[in-house]
């Protein structure tokens, strides 16, 4: 029969007798604020006997990957970019209670000190073994016979501290543990991981912890800090996770390195929850961050572009009074690029003068990429005159990447200083990526003549030349119409190695287009066809005027599926262009058709209540004005079908930012001209606006059987 409990209980939490004292890190925020004492009535009835207390079944500690389980489980994987909190959840603390300081590392003590007389013949021994060179394992072997003393613990330790090649450490370690003539202590082992992390090889770390463990040695904390930070290093992730949660379940509480280590492998993992939660609860328990760990932060929401995060870890450093470092402000720096904030990233730059560092190569190279891709020129170039005034480090790197900024803002004259700066340079002379910047420059800016200057030039000094500056120069070549130089060019750069790729076959296809003469164009079509075959196939098959369509279509997609993502849509635009220079209009408006049809140009069309419009910004001229005509035709059966039309009508072909750049609005300008088309330029440059009344007024002139239709 069931028996019946009815009482009440006084249930009261102490926490001065709690087991404070292991994984406490872990604990959940809502368990830190159950400190007062509270009284429960309970009522029960049961109809089993009570359990005793050896019945109770042991609570087993949840592993790190438990506890982190709900949030993974909800945390959607990017494959771009990882959104991460801004700032994470707070976590309270009792005030009352101490903090428990973090580095109670647990290291191996060090012996006191005591002369030895034979160090100097060990190290002699030593330097003996790094400076030979053995072909086989005996040989080795049979020369550490020749070691001057025995092999005592201090003796066998200092050798074995002064060995540089892992190799050597390795055969060296098994050599001694072979000896059995001292038991091998944790120092042994951390000795020879740490030259074995060196290598980066963690499969041989990995069995020597095994080792460890199964002959009762001691693993302490350095051991696991070089354990993970040797998977790190080798991007083993997942075994970093692994002997850190082996390392939680011992009780043995990380140090600095350890925690910074593992934060960074949470980051490069994906797992920026992880991240935050792991942060927040390491300083609840009084870890306090250094520089490095904030490096790690701050680059994890730098590559997710989140500014408030980044914001968040500049006020942890300033709330824990660290300082940053070179380092972290490089970091730091970098972020901002990515999230867009050149403003901030200057007045970061300035933060860290006034501090009283000074910047590195790294920062300057971050600062001038952002100032770059903002088209920041004064303020870039500012900070090269600033470069050069306090003689900060420079190297290849921050000089092309200035190069580069020139390039991709136009300044063809700071360019050019900027180059002979180089060639004055001990250090820094030019390299393959220097000219290739210059060559970019004179190629927008239609300077053929200094190209090919600076071409010769660059095969008399011996720089290898790369494909993307032959396309900078096939490029500006096929717009001088100097064909017969791009075929020399072309042949020569082929010759020193140069692999033709896509972006190189679509400015071949491109310079093509712009061929006038049926003999230039055979000689572009030769060039072609040493780097693509396939593709000067499908040129004679799309103007031959009796190809059908579906023949054009499976072979299009062959030829499109064979392309790099990123040069497909040139691809497509130059061979509309090639079309309509042949006068084969209905072709391109069918190539046209294919690459909207295969995804090249999404968001060519938008559509409000209010307005359609046009995007033609990432269209040739050819395509942009295929794409018009093929529009009009739309609209004009809209108009036949007495369908609902907009009060407004935009195409939009954008202002090309490069000082060089020509961009489409005057060629698109011209064709609206030749068209008669109602579309005007709005006060928004590249922006041409046409009314309803204006554009169905102007079609049903275009296109007479509008009249009729709209009549009956």
Known sequence: MATVLSTSIDVCFNPQYSDTKKHNLFLKPSSLRQSRTRKLNISCSSSKQPKTLEEEPVTKTPSLSEQLKPLSATTLRQEEQTHVLSKPKSVWVN????????LSLQRQKRSAYSYNPQIKDLRAF???LNSSDFTEKSEFLAFLDEIPHPPSRDN???????????????MFFDWVKNKNLFPMETIFYNVAMKSLRFGRQFQLIEEMALEMV???????NITYSTIITCAKRCNLYDKAIEWFERMYKTGLMPDEVTYSAILDVYSKSGKVEEVLSLYERAVATGWKPDAIAFSVLGKMFGEAGDYDGIRYVLQEMKSMDVKPNVVVYNTLLEAMGRAGKPGLARSLFNEMLESGLTPNEKTLTALVKIYGKARWAKDALQLWEEMKAKKWPMDFILYNTLLNMCADIGLEEEAERLFDDMKESGQCRPDSFSYTAMLNIYGSGGKAEKAMKLFEEMLEAG???????????VQCLGKAKRIDD????LETSIQRGVKPDDRLCGCLLSVMALCESSEDAEKVMGCLERANPKLVAFVKLIVDEKTEFETVKEEFKLVINGTQVEARRPFCNCLIDICRGKKQQERAHELLYLGTLFGLYPGLHNKTIKEWSLDVRSLSVGAAETALEEWMRTLANIVRRQEDLPELFLA??????????????????????QLAAPFKPSDRAGIFVATKEDLVSWLESKFPPLVAASQA
């Open 95 to 102: 005030p009352t209670r101490p903090k428990r300081s973090v």
């Open 126 to 128: 030593a330097q003996k």
């Open 156 to 170: 066998a330790l200092l050798v074995l501290n002064s060995l540089r090649e892992w190799q050597k450490t390795h």
């Open 214 to 220: 199964n002959d009762g040695v001691e693993l302490d």
């Open 463 to 473: 720089v290898q030349v790369n494909v993307m500056g032959c396309t900078c120069l």
């Open 486 to 489: 791009l075929v020399s060019v």
């Open 652 to 673: 939009q072909t954008g202002t090309g930012t490069h000082r060089f750049s020509q961009g489409l609005a005057n060629s698109f300008a011209s064709h609206l001209e």
